[in-house]
């Protein structure tokens, strides 16, 4: 009975130590524990903002009168906003709001000063791309409160009794592509480009670096085949795998949480397969670099990271400081989610996310090449 | 790749020594592994339906030397054939011929014993490939077992499989590394006994081992210590060329006597061979001077012709003097 309860800590010391010495020799495991707590420390303490400002708008001005311009100069002010562009016709104003080129696109309207000086309660018109509600609704949520306190000193003097009554100015918003603001509209199809990060690159990183931790990689090397058929042949399957599970997503997007499907289905498949591409080629470079499974799963785990929390999946791209957005172009999920979200939501063409087509294949091209030129080496 | 021609050791390799025919023939082959070099010009010729056994300790560099025979690391230096291919250029087609047994077992533990021969079938793309799968589960006995995942196998059974899949595209030249490391007597017996029934047959093998009974079983031996090949031929030529003198004694507390005559010049081994002590020294008077004190009772002594692990155990001596 006693020898159960018998705890030496000698023994105890002993194990203790040499749990130490296999930590420091495994270097990239050493590397990732320290690596991972910094990586958060910068993301969230520095990159993350759910309060996103500064976000691109369109003017669609049609008045020439001095009031037009002060709402728009107070509209810039209250830092939401920032006008980027001007936009003669609604078809062109339109399709920057598809590309995501701009969020928000504000109609002054023809006659708008007289009007408000005849104290006709002119309306003005903002439409903002709404995919993700988290981006728009504090923007939006200003946005009335600005237009009445910036008007108070234009209408002051011979005119201020417009000012007694209830807004001189209607405003009117159109919440675009998710009227709603439905968060599962946004996060649903987004939630596509995630799985397939995690899976694809996890899922090739084990699949090759278990080739070499078992050996069996020099028994397959010893036959007549090439890195590159060993390469794509263990890939294709995996591809099959991501196709599942985008079919999963969509079918649950459908019928679960009735995500509208604007676009066409078959374009996102088609495109999807550049964006597995990319995370392929991410999982084929880990796998050079691992020397086994473990480390595989942990680098994955180190690129899955930045790819959550910078693609604009979690929080508003344009909330980021710009640093934290050129690394996020890098991305190929950033690119990805645009995409799914531009097809589903708002019915993008190949015109449309041609932009964020090609990102994605010269990312794959890179991390492609890098891989491939490891596997070559690491044959020898 | 010559589709027209059959790959046959004759229409390639290059005659030699009255008419024979290598199939391994090369010269200088050099690894480096940064500053170490793993195999130091290392020259072997192997005729065709010859088993080599390829010795050394370990580290020595048998198996680098291998993976360069097939195409698994480049050489940095060295040339000549395999098979009647060059060793540097045509490893593509050395592969297609060749079976290497890895030392560990590579082949996959979570495929069953036929996914296992089916996918190697594949790979060397063999027409009739069911059938050849078939014949080799039949010849090895696995027939009955061929459902189970090769992970549950145990070592004995293992080295089976991973023969029969070396074997499965007919290789005319087999490299083996250390095939019966963990493997039982009669396991050990049965595999020298298929080796031999295929050598008769024409194929060639090099078999690196640490077993003395396994190198006694080799047409002819190599060895190689700290990649550099020490001796080279027939067992009978190595224990010749090593010019070595054995004596045996046995009597009371061996172990007190081993310690005391390894301390003598002209003394290079005395090691215990059950109730026996073998010492053994490569001059021959200067042995016989070292244990004349000892030649009288309790002890008694007599004189043998050396083992082949009295001179593997020298000539790794040896070499450690060398190079270390």
Known sequence: MNGRWNFSLKRFWAIAVKEFIQMRRDRLTFGIMVGIPLLQLVFFGYAINSDPKHLPAAIVLADNGPQGRTLLYAIENSGYFEFVREIRTEAEARRALARGQVQFIVNIPENFSRDLLRGQTPAILVEADATDPAATSNAIGALRTVINSALEKDIKGPVDYLAADAPPVELRVHALYNPEAITQYNIVPGLMGVVLTMTMIVITGLAITRESERGTMENLLSMPTRPLEVMIGKIVPYILVGYVQVGLILLAAKLLFEVPMAGSLALLLAVTLVFVAANLAVGLTFSTIAENQLQAVQMSFFFFLPSLLLSGFMFPFRGMPDWAQILGEALPLTHFLRIVRGILLKGNGLADIAPEIWPMALFTAVALAIGVKRFHRTLD | ?324
């Not at chain 2, 790959?7 to 023939?25: L, N, Y």
């Not at chain 2, 060295?78 to 077992?105: A, H, N, P, W």
């Not at chain 2, 039982?184 to 049965?190: F, Y």
Request: hydrophobic share 40%.
């Open chain 2, 1 to 324: 790749m010559t589709n027209q021609e059959t790959p046959t050791i004759s229409m390639h390799a290059e005659s030699a020594d009255g008419g024979d025919a290598f199939a391994i023939d090369v010269r200088d082959m050099t690894k480096r592994f940064g500053e170490r070099t793993a195999v130091d010009h290392v020259s072997l010729k192997v005729r065709a339906g010859e088993i080599c056994g390829f010795l050394g300790p370990n580290g020595s560099g048998k198996t680098t030397f291998i993976r360069m025979l097939c195409g698994l690391l480049r050489a940095d230096e060295g040339s000549g054939k395999c098979l009647g291919y060059d060793v540097i250029e045509e490893s593509e087609e050395i592969k297609l011929r060749v079976g290497y047994m890895t030392q560990r077992f590579s082949f996959w533990e979570d495929l069953s014993i036929e996914e296992n021969l089916d996918f190697v079938a594949r790979m060397y793309a063999l027409p009739n490939r069911r059938e050849i799968v078939r014949q080799s589960l039949d010849r090895l006995g696995l027939t009955s077992r061929k459902d189970q995942v090769a992970g549950e196998l145990s070592g004995g059974w293992k080295q089976r499989l991973a023969l029969a899949a070396c074997l499965i595209h007919r290789p005319q030249l087999m490299l083996l590394d250390e095939p019966t490391a963990g493997v039982d007597p009669k396991a050990r017996r049965e595999f020298w006994e298929e080796i031999h029934r295929l050598a008769a047959e024409g194929m060639t093998f090099l078999i690196a081992t640490h077993y003395m009974d396994e190198a006694e079983r080799c047409h002819r031996l190599a060895f190689i210590s700290y990649g550099k090949l020490l001796t080279e031929g027939t067992v009978e030529d190595v224990i010749a060329e090593a010019r070595l003198t054995t004596w045996v004694v046995d009597g009371p507390e061996l172990p007190k006597l081993a310690e005391q005559l390894r301390n003598r010049a002209g003394v290079e081994q005395a090691v215990a061979f059950g109730n026996e002590l073998h010492v053994s020294g490569s001059d021959e008077p200067a042995l016989e001077a070292a244990i004349a004190p000892y030649r009288k009772e309790p002890y008694r002594w007599r004189r043998v012709e050396p083992g082949l692990e009295d001179v593997f155990i020298h000539l790794m001596n040896r070499s450690e003097d060398n190079f270390s």
